[in-house]
Structure formats: structure tokens, C-alpha cells
């Protein structure tokens, strides 16, 4: 099946500490993003990548980090430089055109 | 600056009940618009899209219409069940721009 995938589901960490999120996708799209959503608001977008080796901040980078190094994946660092991570973090994927596919999220915790 | 506005929740309605949740935007010129559903635990899922004026975009008995002169894009169902129980978020994008701006969601609860 194709699709976009998100590891782990749930995530702890304990203050001081990084962690990585994982997104991989086989839909062979090119373009893809990280959005970060808290209780009763929208998405935020964090970064956010049109091509291999190339990303660009979005909303509200400081804190996070991103590679690309591959096309089918996108992993997001939560540093300890973000203060607040706890949240429910989304990747997503987009082919030509407007349409966005989102993988099934992971919910971080600070202890 | 580009904007979704989509009316707050929670929306209750009882089972077979019609459907309204209002969406509206602030943009230049003629971006796409969408509706997404979250289940809960679970990320988006593209429910339907119009990309131009007047289009309508329906999906499992959803239905929305791009008006232009309104600048809305409201979500319509006509009867509801208890598994459309979720949140809904309506959402713009420019073509030839990477960013999609969304509304804060709109939960909606279906009552048996």
C-alpha cells in the first residue's frame, strides 16, 4: 500500500533531552512538511521541503530541525531548545498539484 | 495576510440531522480550497477540494461550493451519522505557493 507513515506513535522525552520523529513515505512525491497541532487550534508549519537536500523554515522553526536526504523520507529533531514541545506533530506529503496526504502523527510528551 | 475562519465548536447534531459548518477566507486572487477530517488519535484525511470558483467538491455525501463573491466554502451534509464524528478543517492554498493555511477545526459530535 502506499502512504506515509510516522514513527513512533507516542513519544516521551524528558526535559533536556532530543528526540526525532520519523516520516516516511512511497508515494513518490517530492514536496513534504512537518505541522505541529495543539488542542483547539489549526496546523502549524514547522519546515517544509520541495526537493532532496532542500528545506525551508515555516511558522515556527526555532526549536526543530529537518533533513532530507532522501525523497521518501523527512525527520524531524525536537531539540531542547524548544521549550514547549509537548504536541501532536503531522507529516505530510504532497504530489504535483494542490493535494496534501498526511501520515497518522505523533503525540510527544515531556515528562 | 491570507486567512481561514471556520465557525467554533463543538457542533452537536442528532443522527440523520443536515450538516452546516461554515468556512470563509481572506486571499487574493483565486487559491484552492479544501475540507479535511481528523479522527481522533489520527492525522488528516483529504475529504473533498474545489480549486476554482463555483466548482463543487463532494465526497461521501459531503458537498462544499467555491464562492467567489462570498468568499466561502461552507461543508454541507445532509443527513449525519454517529462514524462523521470528528474534527473538520477547512483550508486555502495558492497555486505555485508550498504553504496551506487552515482554520482552527471544527468539531463536530453526532448523537444516536
Known amino acids: 500500500d502506499g502512504g506515509i507513515t510516522q514513527s513512533p506513535k507516542y513519544l516521551f522525552r524528558k526535559e533536556g533531552q532530543n528526540v526525532t520523529l520519523s516520516c516516511e513515505q512511497n508515494?513518490?512525491?517530492?514536496?513534504m512538511y512537518w505541522y505541529r497541532q495543539d488542542p483547539g487550534q489549526g496546523l502549524r508549519l514547522i519546515y517544509y521541503s520541495q526537493i532532496v537536500n532542500d528545506f525551508q523554515k515555516g511558522d515556527i522553526a526555532e526549536g526543530y530541525s529537518v533533513s532530507r536526504e532522501k525523497k521518501e523520507s523527512f525527520p524531524l529533531t525536537v531539540t531542547s531548545a524548544q521549550k514547549n514541545p509537548t504536541a501532536f506533530y503531522l507529516c505530510?506529503?504532497?504530489?504535483?498539484?494542490?493535494?496534501?496526504?498526511f501520515g497518522p502523527g505523533t503525540r510527544l510528551t515531556v515528562l | 495576510g491570507n486567512s481561514v475562519t471556520q465557525m467554533e465548536g463543538p457542533v452537536t447534531l442528532s443522527e440523520e440531522a443536515f450538516l452546516t459548518i461554515n468556512c470563509t477566507y481572506t486571499?487574493?486572487?483565486?487559491?484552492?480550497l479544501f475540507w479535511y477530517v481528523q479522527y481522533p488519535g489520527e492525522g488528516l484525511q483529504l475529504l473533498l477540494k474545489a480549486t476554482k470558483a463555483d466548482d463543487k467538491g463532494s465526497n461521501k455525501g459531503f458537498e462544499a461550493t467555491y464562492r467567489k463573491e462570498t468568499t466561502s466554502f461552507h461543508l454541507e451534509k445532509g443527513s449525519v451519522q454517529v462514524s462523521d464524528s470528528a474534527v473538520y478543517f477547512c483550508?486555502?492554498?495558492?497555486?505555485?505557493?508550498?504553504?496551506?493555511?487552515f482554520g482552527t477545526g471544527t468539531r463536530l459530535k453526532v448523537l444516536a
Open positions: 483550508a486555502l492554498k495558492h497555486a505555485g505557493t508550498y504553504k496551506y493555511i
Open positions: 486571499a487574493t486572487g483565486y487559491p484552492s
Open positions: 508515494l513518490n512525491h517530492d514536496a
Open positions: 505530510a506529503s504532497r504530489r504535483e498539484g494542490d493535494t496534501q496526504y
